[in-house]
């Protein structure tokens, strides 16, 4: 098959019907697997669509937020930060989890001064995330954080991290040789790097 006739048979997402009916999946039962402090895992069994039953194990989240901050000098404030799952110090964006029911917003705002001493007269929502999608119910939304004033920070017990500044470029050139792979600070750099063409 030539490359033009294999182009004609693809089809675009215009071709695609409205209804996503055909591709959903429904529950027939679900049990509570682990329930911790901060994750619960649940093992569902559901029905596919083609009749046949298989299960689906995923950790309930409580959503999060990540904070582009901006200096005034053009710097993006990051951090560095052990993360014991990887085994690594990873270099970061503020974020942090939301607590129940807290207002996304006023959570980046609180993040933003505990971990880095830093508060925000102009806020600015850049976009939203689903960072695992296969295992993890979890949301995280992005915002931007601009005229940055420094007061004082107050790490949580038994957080410990870095606070420093980078350009943009230099974290487009971290990401590329693979110095940054947190998804949600590259994604971020993503939304920012769009965000400035608008200006």
């Known amino acids: 098959?030539?490359?033009?006739?294999?182009?004609?048979?693809?089809?675009?997402f215009s071709d695609l019907p409205e209804s996503d009916d055909h591709l959903?999946?429904?529950q027939t039962s679900s049990e509570d697997v682990y329930s911790g402090k901060f994750l619960h895992l649940k093992k569902d069994i559901v029905k596919l669509p083609d009749?046949?039953?298989?299960?689906?194990?995923?950790l309930i989240h409580p959503g999060a937020v990540a904070i582009m901050?901006?200096?005034?000098?053009?710097?993006?404030?990051l951090e560095r930060q052990f993360r014991y799952p990887v085994d690594a110090a990873m270099i970061e964006i503020p974020a942090g989890?939301?607590?129940?029911?807290?207002?996304?917003?006023?959570?980046a705002k609180r993040e933003l001064l505990e971990e880095t001493g830093y508060s925000a007269k102009s806020w600015e929502f850049l976009g939203r995330i689903h960072p695992v999608i296969s295992y993890s119910t979890e949301i995280i939304d992005i915002y931007l954080a601009k005229d940055l004033t420094l007061g004082e920070c107050a790490l949580d017990e038994g957080e410990f991290l870095d606070v420093f500044a980078a350009t943009l470029d230099e974290m487009h050139e971290w990401i590329a040789k693979g110095k940054i792979t947190d998804v949600k600070?590259?994604?971020?750099?993503?939304h920012l790097a769009r965000r400035l063409k608008q200006l």
């Open 97 to 107: 989890k939301l607590e129940l029911g807290e207002d996304p917003l006023l959570c």
């Open 69 to 77: 901050p901006i200096l005034n000098d053009g710097r993006i404030l």
């Open 24 to 26: 959903r999946e429904h």
């Open 51 to 58: 009749g046949n039953s298989t299960y689906r194990e995923y």
């Open 185 to 190: 600070t590259i994604i971020s750099v993503y």
């Open 1 to 12: 098959m030539s490359s033009s006739e294999s182009n004609k048979s693809e089809k675009s």
